[in-house]
């Protein structure tokens, strides 16, 4: 009995902890020719950028990387990134680094441009959505 329970133990831990990794999800453009993707720099020969968001940008099939951008906000502190609405514009908010936006030149490598106006919407919209618009817990009644 008690190795029917080990070995049903190690198949319970196999199923669940190797399972096929699908990566971080990957962002379709508005246009649809282009994806982001999100990652977190591992790589501690710099210390200045360890730990923090890098921003990738993918093919329409989100396979085939075309260019890097490396942030210099921490994954711990309060970060957005995505599409403007309509256009294949990358934004992207960091604390202590504020708004930054990317559109995709003819070689498709995001080129830093500067923020205007609607970015700035855009980057409240998407700290909204990604911050504040949760469901908050109900809080129980005391009697």
Known sequence: MRNKFLL???????VGC????TGPKRLKSPKGK???GISV???NSDMRTYLCIKIHLFDSLGKKELSVVQTRTSE??????GWVEK???????????GTR???INEER???EIESTKRFLERVKQLKQDKYYDKVAPVPISEK
């Not at 190797?18 to 990794?21: A, I, L, Q, T």
């Not at 256009?87 to 680094?97: A, C, L, Q, S, T």
């Open 76 to 81: 711990r502190l309060q970060w957005v990134a």
């Open 8 to 14: 049903l133990m190690v198949v319970v831990i196999f």
């Open 41 to 43: 720099n591992k790589d």
């Open 87 to 97: 256009k294949d514009i990358i934004v992207f908010y960091g604390v202590g680094e």
């Open 34 to 36: 282009y994806r982001l």
């Open 101 to 103: 936006a990317w559109e």
């Open 18 to 21: 190797g399972g096929k990794d």
């Open 109 to 111: 490598k995001m080129q």
